[in-house]
T-cell receptor, first 112, second 112 residues
Framework: DVKVTQSSRYLVKRTGEKVFLECVQD?????MFWYRQDPGLGLRLIYF???????EKGDIPEGYSVSREKKERFSLILESASTNQTSMYLC???????????FGPGTRLTVL | AQSVTQLDSHVSVSEGTPVLLRCNYS??????LFWYVQHPNKGLQLLLK??????LVKGINGFEAEFKKSETSFHLTKPSAHMSDAAEYFC??????????FGAGTRLFVKA
């Protein structure tokens, strides 16, 4: 069974903290994605990666960075967390453009 | 520019009655179109996918969608709603080049 796992389901951090969200997929997919999901806004793409060490900005990259050192792992980094980054964060992967994306269960991040 | 519009933020139906969730899209290219479902506290799951092979696409759990190029629509339907269909549904467009755009979502309520 294909799987995308995220390191935490719930996370509470303080303003200004550095936050790491980890995502691992076991499907040998080239592409990996980070989205945030907010009510009424759907999913918005933060960053994606199409290969190891390769990354591209999505629609809302400000305040975020990413790292992909291994094919199966894609990390999202909040350099200095702010309250407006309180959200649900979803990781996904697929084997190429136009293909189904497989999603992790999400991390609900609260920044106080 | 590419975009996706889900015309209803909420839809409420009675169990056993038909379901219609509406989606319009805008794209300069021939897109791939998807419907995903998200049950409460669960990850997103693919319902169905259109990639130009056939305009009527059948998905899981009795759902289907019809691609209408002249109307730039990709509405999701089901003949008879079940309580377990209560969830949030997302229409998604993929125009290639890793660009995936999600609609804002439609929450489906099913009344007994």
């Amino acid at each position: 069974d294909v799987k995308v796992t995220q390191s935490s389901r719930y996370l509470v951090k303080r303003t200004g903290e550095k936050v790491f969200l980890e995502c691992v997929q076991d499907m040998d997919h080239e592409n990996m994605f980070w989205y945030r999901q907010d009510p009424g806004l759907g999913l918005r793409l933060i960053y994606f990666s199409y290969d190891v060490k390769m990354k591209e900005k999505g629609d809302i990259p400000e305040g975020y960075s990413v790292s992909r050192e291994k094919k199966e792992r894609f990390s999202l980094i909040l350099e200095s967390a702010s309250t407006n980054q309180t959200s649900m964060y979803l990781c996904a992967s697929n084997k190429g453009s136009g293909n189904e994306q497989f999603f992790g269960p999400g991390t609900r991040l609260t920044v106080l | 520019a590419q975009s996706v519009t889900q015309l209803d933020s909420h839809v409420s139906v009675s169990e056993g009655t038909p379901v219609l969730l509406r989606c319009n899209y805008s794209s300069s290219y021939s897109p791939s179109l998807f419907w995903y479902v998200q049950h409460p506290n669960k990850g997103l799951q693919l319902l169905l996918k259109y990639t130009s092979a056939a305009t009527l696409v059948k998905g899981i759990n009795g759902f289907e969608a019809e691609f209408k190029k002249s109307e730039t629509s990709f509405h999701l339907t089901k003949p008879s709603a079940h309580m377990s269909d209560a969830a949030e549904y997302f229409c998604v467009i993929d125009t290639g080049g890793f660009k995936t755009i999600f609609g804002a979502g439609t929450r489906l309520f099913v009344k007994a």
